[in-house]
């Protein structure tokens, strides 16, 4: 890698600047509108954003400036040509080639276009977006062709990284600077008009919960991993005092982020990073033999410190408790005329009224076909007698309904179950239907899903949503569903699933697994475009430190470099991509690429 004393900028470098050290930090409340109101599980198509759209906008405006810089300036394409036609660097290219081609045609073919194109509700992550971490990768890859101009970048991260640490380490300790009336003014004026009842910007992950500005808990995890093992080398091999004095604030304060925020997943990243630094450090092991005897002494007592502070984590976490929040039903299936239950013992209700029957009027029935006898009246409450049936009470009421795009009210039967959870049911012209916690008719179905079972509540009710995407893969085989539309291919009319699990009237907009993700929006064929792109870096790095000879600053960059990018596929494993880290996380493996390019 070619070496200078002086610190250079161009102004090529701009985007790539602003895309770890600015964008990760936008945050304004906006209003937009979102086609998902048209679904009956859906509340409505108008939202409130705080943390994603400006970033969007910004990465959007980055991508077309990338896209106008290779079209106008002729030595940047001329650079361009000279990495396509070195034959171990094309492969680079192809890889990322498949994995924007296969996603861009998944966007162009999806149910959803316009969330395809520009992002959707809650994730904003479209494929221009995507475009904007391709074009942001290929910047870094093919110009940063020195060391002072990779540490340009290096540098930015870490001022970034200080300012948004600094926000989510005061966050875990109550301290909030983005909730509180004296910000409020700043972050609402793009607002027109407020929406109603509004009591001010408020942190629904409640006080001393870390977030910073990357709109979840989970993605500081992700962040942190992707970006500590980089501070930490800064502050101890910068050539510069004041750099290395930002990097160590900034690696202190992302640890006190971290633990405020309470991401399992990017405590696990961080632990593989240091794995994988371990790995390396053994290809010179005479010479670092005291650096790993440290990283050993700290990741075991950081590993004691968390299982102390967490003993029932291994029970609570991979095992899982095997229980469904409600303790009765497990299933329900509609056809117009009944309901047919199925209950956790096993034991099968159904429900039936005849064509012309008012909602109050029907009869139960056992899985034998036999009918039950019932206590009381509908509007005193009905139960069903046998123990079997206990914690069921059925109830006469009115309810607000939506129906035929108004609202109106309709008699109800509703069904409560261990006086927790209710299901409400109308006989409306077309039929009985089940009403659903936005006040929609629906009709309850079978919902496929595949492994998990009684394991539901895995990793904070992933189980759950795991079991319900792995049958969606078989669809993505070739392409996916396209960018931000996996709301749509969820099943989030799974009501029952989704009320034992927690989820009750919540939109699960994503799978919590970014490789899940790519698999069922883009495709098959661009997840593994992607985890060649990774596997690809690792074995050039592997080749590169584990060759004989000294060690220079060239090795120990690209080593902290494949750290962080470790960091940030391990805690992929239960986190997805989001527009708040994975523009930071492009630009840093583009540069890990340049750093092996320019040797």
């Excluded at 970006?227 to 750099?243: C, F, G, S, W």
């Excluded at 640890?255 to 399992?264: E, N, P």
């Excluded at 976490?317 to 229980?323: L, S």
């Excluded at 989001?578 to 040797?599: D, N």
Aim: hydrophobic share 50%; charged share 15%; glycine share 8%.
């Amino acid at each position: 890698m070619e070496q200078s004393k002086k610190t250079s900028f161009d102004f090529y470098m701009l985007p790539l600047v602003l895309a770890v050290a600015v964008v990760p930090l936008l945050t304004m409340m906006t209003s937009y509108s979102s086609g998902i109101g048209k679904y009956t599980w859906a509340s409505g198509g108008s939202f409130v954003d705080f943390f994603l759209g400006f970033k969007r906008g910004a990465l959007i405006l980055l991508g077309a400036v990338i896209i106008i810089l290779f079209c106008a300036a002729q030595w940047m394409r001329v650079q361009a040509k000279a990495v396509w036609t070195t034959k171990n660097q094309k492969i680079v290219l192809i890889l990322l080639a498949v994995f924007w081609g296969v996603t861009a045609i998944s966007a162009l073919l999806a149910d959803e276009k316009i969330d395809a194109l520009f992002g959707g509700f809650e994730q904003m992550e479209g494929i221009l977006v995507v475009t904007a971490y391709v074009a942001l990768f290929c910047l870094a890859y093919f110009l940063l062709s020195s060391e002072n101009k990779i540490q340009v970048i290096v540098h930015a991260l870490l001022i970034g990284s200080l300012i948004l640490s600094v926000l989510g380490a005061l966050q875990a300790f109550g301290v909030d600077y983005l909730a509180n009336d004296v910000t409020t003014p700043f972050f609402t004026m793009f607002m027109h008009a407020l929406p109603k009842k509004f009591n001010g910007i408020t942190a629904s992950f409640g006080k001393g919960v870390s977030y910073a500005t990357l709109y979840n808990p989970n993605y500081v995890g992700s962040y942190v991993a992707l970006v500590l093992p980089l501070t930490i080398y800064e502050a101890v091999q910068d050539e510069k005092n004041r750099y290395k004095i930002v990097a160590a604030a900034s690696a202190v304060c992302q640890l006190i982020m971290l633990k405020g925020s309470g991401s399992l997943a990017g405590m696990v990243g961080v632990g593989a990073a240091v794995c994988v630094a371990v790995l390396f450090l053994f290809s010179d092991i005479h010479k670092n033999r005291k650096i790993l005897c440290g990283v050993f002494v700290v990741a075991v007592g950081l590993v004691a410190l968390f299982l102390w502070k967490n003993p029932t984590f291994f029970r609570s976490v991979i095992k899982g408790n095997g229980e469904p929040c409600s303790s009765h039903i497990s299933s329900m299936i509609s056809d117009g005329t009944s309901v047919k239950i199925t209950l956790h013992s096993g034991k099968m209700i159904t429900l039936r009224w005849d064509a012309d029957a008012t909602v109050y009027e029907f009869e139960a029935l056992n899985e034998n076909g036999k009918k039950i006898e019932m206590t009381g009246d509908s509007f005193s409450g009905v139960k069903l007698k046998g123990d079997a049936y206990q914690g069921l009470l059925f109830e006469a009421t009115k309810r607000q309904i939506t129906y035929q795009e108004q609202k109106t009210y309709f008699d109800v039967l509703r069904l409560t179950v261990d006086d927790k959870y209710s299901w409400d049911f109308a006989m409306l012209g077309v039929g009985l239907r089940y009403i659903n916690g936005v006040g929609k008719p629906d009709m309850l179905h079978y919902v496929e899903s595949f492994g998990m079972e009684g394991h539901y509540d895995f990793a904070s009710n992933r189980g759950y949503i795991w079991s319900r995407t792995f049958p969606l893969l078989k669809r993505a085989l070739l392409l996916g569903v396209g960018q931000d539309n996996f709301a749509y291919a969820f099943p989030n009319d799974d009501y029952v699933g989704k009320v034992n699990c927690g989820f009750n009237e919540q939109i699960v907009t994503k799978p919590h697994n970014m490789y899940l993700q790519i698999w069922v929006q883009d495709g098959l064929p661009a997840l593994l475009a992607f985890l060649a792109l990774y596997l690809l870096l690792f074995g050039r790095t592997i080749r590169k430190c584990f060759k004989k000879g000294k060690w220079n600053h060239s090795h120990k960059i690209s080593l902290a470099f494949l750290c962080g990018v470790s960091g940030y596929f391990v805690a992929g494993l239960a986190n997805d991509s989001s527009i708040c880290v994975a523009p930071v996380f492009w630009v840093l493996f583009g540069v890990a690429f340049a750093v092996l390019r320019s040797e």
